[in-house]
């Protein structure tokens, strides 16, 4: 079990704006930047968000992420087919000399 | 371009060992830190290992500390995975992953290499 919590599934509808949360604690989300991974099916994962709510060159202005306190959130408005992939959220986590953590990841279905 | 090859997957029986190694070219490699990151079968994903570019920082996720070894060649652009005592728990793709900014933050991924532990 991640120390960062994901919601397991969510879904929308073309069109609609969809977000997605990760828990975490002070050690983590709390102290240190959040980045997001996207991951279409068969495929590795691709860089959506990092330093909190940045973009990478090349991704759509439709992500974007955010933090308050110990917890981050991903929105994607204008929900499109092609979104329809597993989301992950992930951290440095200060604790027991220090890790990578990913949260349990996100499936999100576009209805 | 920046390409990033994983090889050395394969069977092995619980308890075995297996030597990952990840090609990389399109970048001067031993400027960049690396990571491993492995993903069971309909999993999500888990962070195995980080090393630093002169390979003077290193970590492990405590589910493979004192098993697995990582260690790279600058001279020949790649990176390795040692890997003992192998479990079942093992079993996953496991990508080399292009370090950029800080350890959590991976801008390119090799295509991943499968790694079966079972007897």
């Known amino acids: 079990q991640s120390v960062l919590t994901q919601p397991p599934s969510a879904s929308g509808t073309p069109g609609q704006r969809v977000t997605i949360s990760c828990s975490g604690s002070?050690?983590?989300?709390?102290?240190?930047?959040v980045n997001w991974y996207q991951q279409l099916p068969g495929t590795a994962p691709k860089l959506l968000i990092y330093s909190d709510n940045q973009r990478p060159s090349g991704v759509p202005d439709r992500f974007s992420g955010s933090k308050s306190g110990t917890s981050a959130s991903l929105a994607i408005s204008g929900l499109q087919s092609e979104d329809e992939a597993d989301y992950y959220c992930v951290v440095w986590d200060d604790s027991l000399n220090g890790r990578v953590v990913f949260g349990g990841g996100t499936r999100l279905t576009v209805l | 371009e920046v390409q990033l090859v994983e090889s050395g997957g394969g069977l092995v029986q619980p308890g075995g060992s297996l030597r990952l190694s990840c090609a990389a070219s399109?970048?001067?490699?031993?400027?960049?830190?690396m990571n491993w990151v492995r993903q069971a079968p309909g999993k999500g994903l888990e962070w195995i290992s980080y090393i630093s570019g002169p390979s003077n920082t290193i970590y492990y996720a405590d589910s493979v500390k004192g098993r697995f070894t990582i260690s790279r060649d600058n001279a020949k652009n790649s990176l390795y995975l040692q890997m003992n005592g192998l479990r079942d728990e093992d079993t996953a793709v496991y990508y080399c992953a292009r370090v950029w900014i800080a350890a959590t933050t991976v801008d390119y991924w090799g295509q991943g290499t499968l790694v079966t532990v079972s007897s």
């Open positions: 399109g970048f001067t490699f031993s400027t960049y830190a």
């Open positions: 002070s050690s983590n989300i709390g102290s240190n930047t």
